[in-house]
């Protein structure tokens, strides 16, 4: 094999796990905190791509704008929908994956009907391409890992602060928190705040290289799903591992598998499973009763 | 006794069914309820156990096509060909699951929605299975020279199956095997320590569930005469879950009727256009959940005085057992 492809595709590999590890570390801040499943973070990542086409694309503005946009607009989306929805079904972890499942359902069919099914491109934010001996990358795909690499550093800083401290007590132990003087709701709306609003910041970032599409947060939604399986269930850095793991097998896997290669993906799950059954970083989760 | 005198009644009613509804129309919709009914059951079965699965569709398309192949390209007769589908529906199960059990019950819930989804991708892109525009000419059941076409005959075909699918189930869930089912449902720890062996139950729910999901694949891939691997997506695992949520989830049997037939009867009334349906589903779920989180079954807890009027009536009617 060519050196040459083969940073080729280390850098498309990188490129496509930042984009997952981003959602994905979203979904397990508030697997992790809340104990709940969102199955709506798909759709938040297609809302954030489009609420960056609408403000970058038609309104021409920076696209540092949409950036901070799609990240404010999920995260309000997410906090209405954990105040009005979630909240009123803590009858059991089911009745709150169905709810979760019930609005991804209403917003991606309403984005179908308004968006339609065709792609929607955006003009290149940073123009040309960066030639690195001999591998070819465009500046847009560099951008995103730069964005990537620094939106997990943020998470990561934000869980230092008086704010993100709280939010991890409530992850170790609700009562407890409570008994400080931690008021468990709000931290309930502030993580689902956040944890929405990575999945829409990663939605616009990923506009300029892939574009933006009604139905992209369905499949997304399934690598997320795998990316948090293999790492293991609100295991932080195991998500961010497998989410760069299968970034890389996918971009090798479909120079040399082809159309197989989600199978090949998928498949593997099993073994992995088989003998880690928690994934590569996690416990076994127990879902509360 | 009134039970049973209540059940016969409903029984005989759905037999003599077709002599009053001369509409095909909604003959196959009333079929379409019989066959989401069994799928929810299975569902509810492993919901017994606190599973919950997010691949019915995954297993059911299993049934149909290996029933379907079976039919089509080795000749077999639809009378085997059916509990084959079941058989070749349970054993995926029991291998999938004998894997993703080990993880707990959310690992269970992620790879039976990615193991409905490999399912749908295999049914798709390998051209054995008739690729994306599916498996067409699948030939109806034959009992001699009697050739299953009318809708009425499949009404009768699945309603056998429907009610030897509550029966099966209510054996089941009336058994040794059921109790420890309920045990486990009400606390994992406590059947643990009464000595349940938690990973061999669970499984059991699954692969009893997927077999009967399996059946009726069968039943669907005859019925309909074609397959199409997009019929199987995550969206129609979804629906069976809305099914059984709807009915009330605490009903095991009765949960998934009642709500496949509101959900598959509300939409004809409403009369609302197709695209518009899943947002209508979704919004009447959310609502549901908020504010009847047991079901429509459960509307009588919920509501006393409408409960006491429903047993009032009852009692008129010699319905409902005069004590209580």
């Known amino acids: ?289 | 006794m009134r039970k049973k005198s209540l059940i016969a009644c409903a029984l005989i009613l759905l037999v003599l069914l077709p002599l009053v509804v001369k509409n095909p129309y909604i003959l196959h919709l009333v079929i379409y309820t019989c066959m989401y009914s069994v799928l929810g059951m299975s569902f509810s079965m492993m919901w017994k156990n606190r599973l919950i699965t997010a691949g019915t569709a995954g297993f059911w398309a299993v049934g149909g096509y290996t029933s379907a192949l079976l039919v089509t390209k080795l000749a077999v007769p639809f009378w085997l060909a059916m509990p084959a589908g079941g058989v070749a529906s349970a054993l995926f199960a029991l291998f999938i699951f004998s894997i993703a059990l080990r993880g707990g019950p959310l690992v269970f819930f992620s790879v039976s929605l990615v193991s409905a989804f490999i399912v749908m991708e295999v049914l798709g892109t390998v051209s054995f299975f008739g690729g994306w525009e599916g498996l067409l000419d699948i030939p109806g059941p034959r009992i001699g020279p009697y050739l299953f076409f009318t809708k009425t005959s499949f009404y009768y075909m699945v309603l056998a199956i429907l009610v030897l699918n509550i029966l099966a189930f209510h054996a089941l869930y009336t058994s040794r095997i059921g109790r420890a089912w309920t045990a486990i449902g009400s606390s994992t720890r406590l059947a643990e320590v009464q000595g349940v062996n938690i990973y061999r139950y669970r499984l059991a729910a699954s692969v009893i569930g997927c077999f009967w999901a399996g059946v009726i694949g069968s039943f669907y891939a005859h019925y309909q005469n074609l397959l199409i691997p997009t019929t199987f997506s995550f969206l129609c695992s979804i629906y069976v879950q809305m099914y059984a949520l709807i009915g009330g989830l605490n009903y095991f049997i009765a949960g998934p009727i009642v709500g496949s037939f509101v959900m598959v009867f509300l939409p004809e009334l409403l009369r609302a256009g197709q695209e518009y349906q899943p947002i209508f589903f979704g919004a009447l779920l959310i609502l549901i959940i908020i504010f009847l989180p047991g079901g429509l079954l459960s509307i009588g807890e919920r509501l006393p005085w409408l409960g006491r009027l429903g047993g009032r009536i009852g009692r008129r009617l010699r319905l409902v057992s005069t004590k209580s």
Do not use: W
């Open chain 1, 1 to 289: 094999m060519e050196l040459g492809l083969f940073f080729q595709c280390l850098v498309n590999g990188v490129a496509i796990g930042g984009i997952y590890a981003v959602v994905a570390a979203g979904l397990t801040l508030v697997l992790g905190t809340m104990k709940i499943m969102n199955f709506a973070q798909g759709q938040f990542y297609m809302l954030g791509a489009f609420v960056g086409y609408g403000l970058c694309e038609v309104l021409h503005l920076p696209y540092a704008v949409g950036l901070i946009a799609a990240f404010v607009a999920m995260a309000l989306l997410g906090a209405i929908l954990q105040r009005f929805v979630i909240r009123y079904t803590y009858e059991g972890f089911f009745h709150t994956v169905l709810a979760t499942i019930a609005f991804a359902t209403i917003v991606g069919q309403i984005s179908v009907i308004t968006f339609g099914k065709t792609d929607r491109f955006m003009s290149p934010v940073v123009k040309g391409r960066t030639v690195l001996g001999g591998i070819v990358m465009s500046n847009d795909k560099l951008l995103l890992i730069v964005l990537g690499v620094i939106l997990i550093a943020a998470l990561h800083y934000f869980m230092k602060t008086k704010i993100g401290k709280a939010v991890r007590a409530v992850t170790e132990n609700q009562e407890t928190a409570g008994l400080q003087g931690i008021n468990s709701r709000q931290i309930f709306i502030i993580t689902m705040a956040v944890g929405c609003g990575l999945a829409g910041i990663a939605g616009a970032l990923i506009l300029p290289v892939l574009g933006a599409r009604a139905d992209m947060g369905v499949s997304i939604f399934i690598k997320i799903l795998l990316v948090i399986i293999i790492g293991g269930m609100g295991s932080m850095p195991g998500a961010l591992l497998a989410a760069l793991i299968i970034g890389l097998i996918e971009s090798f896997g479909y120079q040399f598998v082809g159309g197989y290669n989600e199978l090949v993906l998928t498949c593997s799950l099993l073994p992995l499973l088989y003998f880690r059954p928690g994934g590569l970083l996690g416990k076994p989760f127990a879902i509360p009763e």
